[in-house]
């Protein structure tokens, strides 16, 4: 009897094992993971160190900010006012000086648990709020509903409301919530009780640094409660990502399965009841099962045991009709939503799933098969050693497509000042494993900007001094942002001597370029020929790896002007509130070899325009991403119309119409279609 109870323990372990595999491969692996953290985390430090006083402080938070890439999972933004504080007791208003920072009273005296009503005690200058301000038994309140609204399209225009949240979607597939928030540095007394609980998890000083980070308040009332529109919600995102950046790779990895068992599973069950559980309930779930302790190990063949503790809890709280929030356990996060005849319906569809064990598991789609496997071969061999599951190229690719996403958006030449400071004081401290080729992007980065703000505004030099500026200073930094970024960024150089009109001297820089990009071991996003990369930069540095290996596409800040030629696509999109064009690295190499032949040689040039006419008719996505087909397509019309060939423009202009319109650039299509047309009519 015990040898057998033996084997199933053994068994179940194997099984446990060949699921981590699996969910590594659909999460990542602990590297992976904290890659994708670490750029977050250095973007959003360098960001925040540069915000003014009176500035607006964004924080990515959710899944994207915990670690997770799942297909179908949205980006939550939080936004705040750096110059705006609340404060739980009007004793804490000494620690502010009033004269420039705006002070709100949290009064949840008469709210319920986890929400609150916010007094505004000082004047504010910020239009929203006091557009928002409500008066009520003598005080100045500020109303959840209205400020809701009124803030609900500020970041990305025409969105909807959707809980506290301003919500819509990019590129018809990308979904994100964007919540205005006001943020507070102590934590709430009606979570106090959280504090004493953390005896086993998390670790001391974890606790120390959320309760020493407060909270925030999201534009959310009670609905059961009195003055829903006035209430506002405690929220404690940036306490939960750094709870879930504290849990071990197997804890974060059930928290995935948890997400995958609720998309999959238990929300195709029935149209009644798929919308009463959300991943918040998961990682609720996880936060309780951990703290309670209820598995001594949690590692990778425990794993599906950590699952059936978290499910077993779920159930225990469907079945009560209550979720208790893990700050505030009085807050019963299922109050509105599971309860009555819905309730019912969801707990004998989960008692259903818990009847069957942990085969419930195989009705996940993305799971199913690392169960199987096991059961078919149970002397089927698992490595769960991360280095044997990823290669050395799998971080680089999951680097490169973290280093896609910091750019630097200011463009204030003091405060790019400042960034370069920055950056240099968190290159000589200690940094995590990955954070220095972070850095390395972010330098790149600031450098390019920094030249073309730098040039643009000695532009009309003709004092030495100022021609020194306009010219050497710029070449210099651009000189250096290529030594610290990737192949791509030799082609601001380019467009540096285009735009000073040293032609020759620009297609020199793109002639290496192009050699760079033509390596056959050239790792673009996400291809690459991992043998010959291995082969060619495997072990070196990433400094080494970036410069001789890897390309990424090309950002203009649609406030700095890099080449005049695309200044009409940049405003067109800064109308539209995007901040950047995003032009692949290829059509930028042929554009500007383009322009540069037409001064030097006409018969040149027009090989050129046909590389890139070639490129943008026919690439199959290897050069050209979807979401860049736009601009790629509004770019060959502007050379053509430059040759003259006004039939080819106007088509390629419509076809840049017809695209995905990721760059926001149709008014200026629009009008460059307008003024050809008029011209020929002139004619």
Not at 144 to 153: A, D, F
Not at 236 to 248: H, Q
Not at 337 to 359: I, P
Not at 641 to 662: E, F, M
């Amino acid at each position: 009897m015990e040898s057998r109870h033996q084997r199933m323990c053994e068994g179940l372990q194997h099984m446990s094992e060949s699921v981590f595999v699996g969910i590594c491969g659909i999460v990542g692996t602990s590297q992976q993971v904290a890659i994708r953290r670490e750029t977050i985390d250095v973007k959003e430090m360098v960001e925040r160190r540069l915000k003014p006083h009176d500035g607006i402080i964004g924080m990515m938070s959710g899944s994207r900010r915990e670690g997770f890439r799942l297909e179908g999972s949205d980006v939550d933004f939080m936004y705040w006012p750096n110059n705006h504080q609340v404060i739980m007791d009007k004793s804490q208003s000494e620690y502010y000086n009033t004269a420039n920072t705006t002070l709100i009273l949290s009064d949840s005296s008469e709210s319920p648990p986890g929400f609150t009503l916010l007094q505004l005690l000082t004047p504010t200058t910020d239009i929203y709020l006091r557009s928002a301000c409500v008066r009520m038994n003598n005080r100045v309140y500020i109303s959840s509903s209205i400020h809701r609204g009124l803030t609900c399209s500020a970041i990305v225009p025409n969105s909807t409301e959707h809980g506290p949240c301003g919500s819509g979607n990019i590129y018809d597939r990308l979904e994100y919530d964007t919540a205005h928030c006001f943020v507070s540095d102590f934590w709430p007394q009606s979570a106090s009780s959280w504090i004493d609980r953390c005896h086993s998890w998390p670790d001391p000083e974890v606790v120390h640094d959320i309760v020493r980070n407060g909270c925030h308040f999201v534009a959310i009332g009670h609905p059961l409660g009195r003055n829903v529109n006035l209430q506002w919600r405690f929220s404690f995102s940036l306490a939960e990502c750094k709870l879930v950046y504290s849990m071990n790779h197997s804890q974060f990895l059930i928290y995935g399965l948890l997400k995958c068992f609720l998309k999959e599973v238990i929300n195709q069950q029935s149209e009644e009841t798929n919308k009463l559980l959300c991943s918040y309930h998961m990682k609720t779930t996880v936060f309780w099962a951990i703290q309670q302790n209820t598995l001594p190990h949690w590692c990778p063949n425990n794993l599906l045991a950590g699952f059936w503790v978290c499910f077993k809890l779920l159930l225990k709280w469907v079945y009560e009709g209550i979720c208790p929030n893990f700050f505030i356990p009085q807050n019963n996060l299922f109050l509105t939503k599971v309860h009555g005849s819905a309730q019912n319906r969801l707990f004998l569809q989960l008692h259903e799933l818990y009847k069957k064990g942990l085969a419930c598991l195989l009705q996940s789609s993305s799971i199913r098969s690392y169960i199987t496997d096991v059961l078919y071969n149970p002397r089927l061999s698992i490595c769960t050693n991360e280095n044997v599951m990823r290669s050395e190229v799998d971080i680089d690719l999951e680097l490169v497509k973290q280093c896609f996403y910091i750019e630097i958006s200011i463009v204030d030449f003091r405060r790019l000042l400042k960034a370069i400071k920055i950056v240099e004081q968190l290159v000589n401290s200690p940094l995590h494993q990955h954070q220095d080729a972070i850095l390395q992007k972010f330098t790149s980065s600031i450098f390019n900007n920094t030249a073309f703000i730098l040039h643009n505004m000695h532009t009309m030099a003709v004092v030495n001094k100022q021609v020194y500026i306009a010219n050497k200073i710029p070449c210099f930094m651009l000189k250096l942002a290529a030594r610290f970024g990737n192949i791509s960024d030799m082609l601001y150089i380019a467009m540096f001597y285009y735009k000073t009109l040293r032609y020759r001297e620009a297609l020199s820089v793109i002639d290496i370029t192009r050699v760079k990009l033509a390596q056959p071991y050239l790792m673009y996003y996400e291809h690459v020929d991992r043998e010959r990369y291995t082969e060619a930069v495997g072990g070196q540095s990433w400094s080494t790896k970036m410069r001789q290996a890897v390309a990424m596409d090309i950002n203009f800040n649609n406030r700095i002007c890099y080449i005049s030629e695309l200044i009409p696509e940049q405003q067109s999109a800064m109308q539209n509130k995007w901040p950047l064009l995003h032009i692949p690295v290829f059509v930028m190499l042929h554009f500007l070899e383009f322009l540069c032949y037409r001064h030097i040689d006409t018969t040149l040039s027009q090989a050129a325009l046909d590389q890139l006419q070639v490129l943008v008719h026919h690439d199959q996505g290897l050069y050209l991403h979807n979401i860049s087909r736009d601009i790629s397509w509004e770019i060959l019309g502007i050379c053509q119309q430059i040759t003259g060939n006004l039939q080819a423009a106007l088509y390629s202009y419509q076809q840049s119409l017809t695209q995905y319109p990721y760059n926001k650039i149709q008014t200026a299509t629009q009008r460059r279609i307008q003024d050809m047309v008029q011209s020929t009519l002139l004619q």
